[in-house]
Each structure stands twice: as structure tokens, then as C-alpha cells.
């Protein structure tokens, strides 16, 4: 079982009501906020084009927490190429949409809890069925975050991630 009940924050001393299971980039690293008034840029909660030339999907990283049934999810943006972002657009609202093949896309959003930079990490985007976000998977590399997605997570870690996400820069241990 997952205590969610909250956590004493290293970063602040503060007590955090509830352990957040989960964190969301409201868009693509890229995102620029005066890219919102052109014509050529959309930005909504699950897609998103810049300057006609680069299309984004909203994805879910997925992480077990070990010794729980719980997940940790990050919500990310990944790039895919004009052709696959066509494709998952025309399927969006098509039920049976899971059973199309993975796209190929990179890592889109800078996440907080890493040493190294995950922007350009190489994914896979499998589509869900409609009304879920698709799952996003990582190559297998020696990136802190494709191990984990691959190794699962300990409670402790979800603690330091949601340490990093509400007091970013701070120094870590």
C-alpha cells in the first residue's frame, strides 16, 4: 500500500499534504508563450504545433512503485514526425485506435528529478484506447529515467521527485 497521507519536505521543512503520484508539463519544452497568438501554433492539453513544423502528443511515462500496485506517471510531451502526428490525429476520437503501431517520437520535456536532461531521450508513443493519454517508452539506455521505468521506484523516490517538482533548483542530496 502507498501512503499518500503526505510527506515532511527535505527542501522546506514544511509538511505536504498528500504524495503526489504523478506530475504534468502543461506543454513541449519548446513552447514558447507568445507562440499562443499564431496561426501557425496550437497548443491544447493533449496535442501541439510550433510554427507549423514541429507536432507534439501528450504522453505518460509510467513507473511501478515497488512493493504497491501504484504508479508513478509523468505527464510529457514527445515530438513525432509530421506523418505519425497526422496519423494519431486522424485516429484520436476513432475507437480502436490502441491497436495502431507505436510511433516513434523523442522526449520533449525537461523533468526536474534528473542529473542529466531528458529532453531527446528516444521513445515509443503506444496509443490507448480514446480517452486515455498514450503510454510513452523509453529506449532501454542507462538514462536515470528509462531505468527506472524499467526497474520501478522505491517510495522514498517518489517523495525526492515531488521534493524537486515543488522546489526546483534546490540542492540535492
Given at each position: 500500500?502507498?501512503?499518500?497521507?503526505?510527506?515532511?519536505?527535505?527542501c522546506c521543512g514544511a509538511w505536504h499534504d498528500g504524495l503526489p503520484m504523478g506530475c504534468s508539463s502543461p506543454a513541449p519544452a519548446v513552447w514558447d508563450p507568445a507562440f499562443a497568438d499564431a496561426e501557425d501554433c496550437v497548443l491544447s492539453s493533449?496535442?501541439?504545433?510550433?510554427?507549423?513544423?514541429?507536432?507534439?502528443?501528450?504522453?505518460?511515462?509510467?513507473?511501478?512503485?515497488?512493493?504497491?500496485?501504484?504508479?508513478?506517471?509523468?505527464?510529457?510531451?514527445?515530438?513525432?514526425?509530421?506523418?505519425?502526428?497526422?496519423?494519431?490525429?486522424?485516429?484520436?476520437?476513432?475507437?480502436?485506435?490502441?491497436?495502431?503501431?507505436p510511433y516513434f517520437g523523442w522526449l520533449s520535456t525537461e523533468l526536474p528529478a534528473y542529473p542529466r536532461s531528458t529532453l531527446d531521450l528516444k521513445t515509443n508513443v503506444h496509443t490507448r484506447p480514446v480517452g486515455e493519454r498514450p503510454f510513452v517508452e523509453l529506449e532501454p539506455t542507462a538514462h536515470p529515467l528509462a531505468v527506472e521505468q524499467r526497474t520501478g521506484i522505491t517510495l522514498d523516490r517518489v517523495r525526492s521527485i515531488a521534493e524537486s517538482v515543488l522546489h526546483p533548483g534546490a540542492p540535492r542530496d
Amino acid at each position: 500500500m502507498v501512503d499518500e497521507t503526505g510527506f515532511a519536505c527535505s527542501c522546506c521543512g514544511a509538511w505536504h499534504d498528500g504524495l503526489p503520484m504523478g506530475c504534468s508539463s502543461p506543454a513541449p519544452a519548446v513552447w514558447d508563450p507568445a507562440f499562443a497568438d499564431a496561426e501557425d501554433c496550437v497548443l491544447s492539453s493533449e496535442q501541439c504545433v510550433v510554427k507549423g513544423e514541429h507536432y507534439f502528443v501528450k504522453g505518460l511515462i509510467e513507473i511501478p512503485v515497488l512493493g504497491s500496485d501504484a504508479v508513478f506517471s509523468w505527464g510529457v510531451w514527445v515530438s513525432l514526425s509530421p506523418a505519425h502526428f497526422a496519423r494519431a490525429a486522424e485516429l484520436w476520437e476513432t475507437p480502436g485506435r490502441e491497436t495502431e503501431p507505436p510511433y516513434f517520437g523523442w522526449l520533449s520535456t525537461e523533468l526536474p528529478a534528473y542529473p542529466r536532461s531528458t529532453l531527446d531521450l528516444k521513445t515509443n508513443v503506444h496509443t490507448r484506447p480514446v480517452g486515455e493519454r498514450p503510454f510513452v517508452e523509453l529506449e532501454p539506455t542507462a538514462h536515470p529515467l528509462a531505468v527506472e521505468q524499467r526497474t520501478g521506484i522505491t517510495l522514498d523516490r517518489v517523495r525526492s521527485i515531488a521534493e524537486s517538482v515543488l522546489h526546483p533548483g534546490a540542492p540535492r542530496d
